[in-house]
């Protein structure tokens, strides 16, 4: 069945069935054309939370199913690929956290979105990029604090809010650690007309920030989550972009900003996990309503009070 057959088939469906699909800006192009809504890992999650659908489809990676099932357990929620993992969510499990819950037995833990039911269920709130530094920042100063599992989003968190009493996980995402042995200051320089945008996962944001001696100018490198990345470039005037994240959301930036170029920081910033959702993968799991993603009744309440805190502070 070609391209065209495929997404007629998922779009009757869809219909039929009354179902809404959203896709990651990491996801593939054809998979971000055919979605309902494109965003990131914040944007998700509201809109899994405010949709009337009685099916939803995920076209992400695993631990973003789970938190549209916890914030619409009344919903149906599947994933098109159950091997569309990740590997920052990996990095930190249930009996570590708990272990490092002991050692600190009067800290408040703060999870990134990019954890599993589990650990969220663990924490005290939930985190994305987006919001990472605000809910740091609603937190008394005197407050110890827990942040898992990504060490360059809570570094550029510590540097950004100079905290006190503010430990890190040492896990990162497989992709983002290593554009931070890319050369930025060489690329600006190859680029002297372009932004660079970079991920705060990225391990060379919080250097930037900091305006180390790694980088030889940093004034037009800029640090952003995905979607602060989307609202940049549409209202930048800068026609040239250099991307230091997940290269799918290139695609997402040129459809919305047709005249303006965007490159990738390197062509094989590229998450697997993310790319294993196709169309006829989404196809047969509409047909079948396969791969739901289902958090347990007793785990998704507790795990529902770090996210709905995570919602509240945009």
């Known amino acids: ?79 098109p690929d159950l091997e569309a993992g990740c590997s920052l969510a990996d990095s930190i499990t249930i009996e570590q956290l708990k272990e490092w819950k002991k050692e600190h037995p009067d800290a408040l833990v703060l999870c990134y979105v990019n954890t599993t039911a589990a650990i969220k269920a663990e924490s005290d709130y939930c985190v994305t990029s987006s919001n990472a530094v605000k809910v740091v920042e609603s937190i008394p100063e005197e407050k110890e604090i827990l942040f898992l599992p990504d060490r360059f989003l809570g570094g550029y ?72 990345m989307m609202r940049h470039v549409n209202k930048s005037k800068a026609q040239k972009f250099i991307i230091a994240t997940e290269k799918g959301i290139l695609h997402r930036m040129k459809k919305e900003n047709p005249s303006k170029e965007f490159l990738p920081v390197s062509e094989d910033s590229i998450c697997e996990y993310m790319k294993l959702i196709t169309l006829e993968k989404l196809l047969e799991a509409l047909k079948e309503e396969k791969f739901e993603v289902k958090v347990p009744d007793e785990l998704a309440i507790k795990a529902q009070i770090p996210i709905q805190r995570m919602l509240k502070i945009v």
């Open 157 to 228: 968190i510590l540097a950004k809010t100079g905290r006190k009493n503010f430990h890190i996980w040492k896990g990162a995402c497989h992709v983002h650690e290593k554009i931070g042995d890319i050369n930025l200051a060489e690329i600006q320089n190859q680029n002297p007309d372009a932004e660079i945008l970079i991920h705060p996962e990225c391990g060379c944001s919080t250097s930037c920030m900091l305006k180390s001696e790694v980088f030889a100018d940093c004034s037009k490198m800029s640090i952003y989550s995905t979607e602060g």
């Open 1 to 79: 069945m070609n391209n065209e057959k495929v997404i007629a088939e998922i779009n009757k469906l869809k219909k039929e069935k009354n179902a809404v699909i959203l896709a990651h800006n990491y996801q593939l192009p054809e998979i971000q054309d055919i979605a309902d809504f494109v965003g990131d890992s914040l944007g998700l999650s509201q809109e899994a939370g405010r949709t009337d659908a009685d099916l939803i489809v995920f076209c992400g990676v695993h631990f973003m199913a789970e938190t549209a099932s916890i914030i619409s357990p009344n919903k149906k929620v599947i994933i």
